[in-house]
């Protein structure tokens, strides 16, 4: 099990959601992955989801940084990463625009998040919004 951390990020005037794109490189090996993203701007949690990254697959996990309807507006966001297995899974992780442009000072790559104890992981438990995957 592997707990990773983007660190704090200030978002980019023009991030509307957070991307973070996947892939489990495992042959034959199944991966129950779990996404947490925080708005440290007012320390809710935006989304809590957890799913299944198959063998050989990647997917898109989007969720909404800057949202009127849900009430969000984060100016500062961290995503964790909770992985059942600590090798060949990846994931990256973008601020985007609403037409999913990268924005400037929003991107850490795998190479770059911090790994987290278990208990850092589960802090910051509130309420959870939304979030969505979609395979490519």
């Known amino acids: 099990m592997s707990y990773l951390s983007t660190g704090i990020l200030n978002k980019h ?3 509307t959601m957070a991307l973070s ?5 495992n042959p034959s090996t199944t991966v129950k992955i779990r996404i947490k993203v925080i708005n440290w701007s007012n320390n809710t949690t935006i989304t809590d989801t957890e799913f ?3 063998p050989n697959t990647s997917i898109n996990f989007l969720v909404f940084l800057v949202n009127p309807d849900m009430e969000i507006n ?3 966001y ?7 297995c600590d090798f060949n899974v990846f994931m990256n992780s973008y601020g985007v625009d609403n037409s999913r442009a990268n924005q ?3 991107t850490i ?3 770059n998040l911090n790994a987290i104890t278990n208990t850092a992981f589960n802090l910051g438990n509130c309420s959870p919004t939304t979030g969505s995957i979609t395979s490519l």
């Open 78 to 84: 961290e995503i964790r990463y909770q992985t059942s």
């Open 21 to 25: 794109e996947l892939v489990n490189l």
């Open 109 to 111: 790559l795998f190479k």
């Open 104 to 106: 400037e000072g929003n």
């Open 52 to 54: 299944t990254l198959y």
């Open 13 to 15: 005037p023009n991030t």
């Open 74 to 76: 984060s100016e500062k």
